[in-house]
Structure formats: structure tokens, C-alpha cells
């Protein structure tokens, strides 16, 4: 399977997206610096989903509903739309895969733009049936960081969290927020922005808008052991920081839209 990659190349850096799963793979910064985090031999095979980048989770985040984990369109060809100088638009729409698990017709519209601010992701979700759907769902995405252990996301200090690495017990953030082994944290009602601080002098600054909620994971080294598509020691290389809207799940009329965004700042 070869599905195209879609590239963009620019003053501000470079990005590509994969038409499997609409998937953003890789950001590149005009200094060469890869701000996302995938493994170093992608395992790309028909209805897996891939690892790294930006996967799109839509219509169910993680396992809370009935459908596959994530989603149906992360696994499944996007199409390119439009392309410009500073932006890339896919899209996908209901079909018969698609409705043999969640009967509802659909389209998602995702742009990725690169500029002067850094790279942002926004997704369209279209219901183009005759009855309302709900739906929850993320850009799941794949920060590359030198050593998650002195990483530091501020920002969420004071909020309170389902904990999915510890039963989804409900806890608070006492400080920044820090990682030393795994970490699955759901941030209902989280605050815009975040900074992530890499520990080197440098950080990226993490808006949302849309979405409601943010979730931090990173798998830690016992997660990461039994994972066949990254090397075991990789979970140091990178920290999810995702736009997700997890806890509630958003409406959307008949004949309706709604948008989420993610924009992703180097500082």
C-alpha cells in the first residue's frame, strides 16, 4: 500500500500529509527542526492505524463507545482538495465502510496551514444526513521532544484530571505538569494555551479552540516495551498534547458543521 504524501514546502518550514488516515506525518521548522514524533520505521499496512504524526480520532475518542479505537477515518483515504502556498485541505466522507459501523452521512474537512505563527491544524466536521449525530474525537498529536523526563507543560496547573493510566480516578495538578513514566491525563474544560517548556531553552506553544477538552499521554517504558510499531526506548522522544473533545460529545445538527483547531507555536 502506497497511499500519496502530500508535501509542502515553504519560508516557514516544511509539512507533510499522508492521504492515509489525512495523517500529518512530519513539521520541519525553516531551521530543520522536526517538531513531530514518529517512529523510524512507520509500519504502514490497510487498517492500521499509524503511529507518530497527527492522527485524526473521529467519531469516538480512544475506547469510549463501541467502535474501533479512535475512529473510522484514521484508517481510511482521505482525498486531496486544495493545496496553496501555505495550506493543505483533505477531506473524507461517509461510505459504505463507514456506515456499516456508525450510520450517519458525514464529511470531515481538515486544513493544515504553515506560517509566520507555526503550523495549525484545523477540522470541519460536516453532518450532511437528515437527522443530528454526536460525535467525540481528537488531533491526536505526536510531539517530538529531546527527553520527555525534563519536559515541563504549564498551563494545567490547578485543573483536574481523569487519570487513565490509574483506573480513571479523577485527581488535580499540582504544578506544572511532569513526566517520568506513563501518562494518560484527561483535562475536561482545559485552558488555552499551553506551553510546552523542552528543557533545552526553547518550547512551543500549544492553542486549541473547538475542541473542549486536552489530554497529555505519553506511554511510558512498560507501555512502550509491548509496542511493535515504535523501539521500546522512543517514549523519551515524544508527548502527546491533543485538542480532544473526550468527556462530552459534540452535536451537530442536520445539515450542520462544526470546527476544532490546534496551532502549534515555537517560541
Known amino acids: 500500500m502506497t497511499p500519496d504524501t502530500h508535501t509542502l514546502h515553504n519560508a516557514f518550514g516544511t509539512v507533510s ?5 489525512g495523517q500529518v506525518l512530519s513539521w520541519r521548522t525553516a531551521d530543520g527542526r522536526e517538531r513531530l514524533y514518529t517512529p523510524p520505521n512507520p509500519i504502514l499496512q490497510p487498517g492500521r492505524a499509524l503511529r507518530g504524526g497527527v492522527p485524526v480520532c473521529f467519531p469516538q475518542f480512544s475506547g469510549r463507545g463501541s467502535l474501533p479505537k479512535h475512529g473510522l477515518v484514521r484508517t481510511l483515504p482521505w482525498r486531496l482538495r486544495a493545496r496553496t502556498e501555505s495550506a493543505l485541505i483533505l477531506a473524507i466522507g461517509d461510505d459504505d465502510t463507514t456506515r456499516a459501523l456508525w450510520p450517519h452521512a458525514f464529511e470531515l474537512v481538515q486544513t493544515v496551514v504553515l506560517d509566520a505563527g507555526g503550523l495549525s491544524i484545523a477540522l470541519d466536521v460536516g453532518n450532511r444526513g437528515e437527522a443530528p449525530f454526536a460525535f467525540t474525537g481528537a488531533l491526536h498529536t505526536y ?4 527527553e520527555v523526563t525534563a519536559c515541563a507543560v504549564h498551563g494545567l496547573q490547578g485543573r483536574e484530571y481523569e487519570d487513565a493510566a490509574d483506573g480513571s480516578a479523577f485527581k488535580r495538578l499540582d504544578g506544572a505538569l511532569r513526566v517520568t ?11 488555552s494555551p499551553l506551553r510546552l517548556d523542552y528543557g533545552d531553552g526553547t518550547a512551543l506553544d500549544i ?3 473547538g475542541f473542549a477538552d486536552t489530554v497529555v499521554w505519553c506511554p511510558g517504558p512498560q507501555l512502550a516495551a509491548a509496542f511493535t510499531d515504535m523501539p521500546a526506548d522512543d517514549w523519551r522522544r ?3 498534547v491533543e485538542a480532544a473533545s473526550a468527556v462530552v460529545p459534540v ?3 442536520a445539515g450542520g458543521h462544526w470546527q476544532g483547531w490546534q496551532r502549534l507555536s515555537p517560541v
Do not use: K, T
Open 17 to 21: 500529509v499522508s492521504e492515509y488516515g
Open 143 to 146: 510531539l517530538r521532544v529531546p
Open 181 to 191: 513514566d506513563e501518562v494518560d491525563r484527561v483535562f475536561a474544560g482545559a485552558p
Open 207 to 209: 492553542a486549541q479552540g
Open 238 to 240: 515524544m508527548l502527546c
Open 251 to 253: 452535536a451537530v445538527p
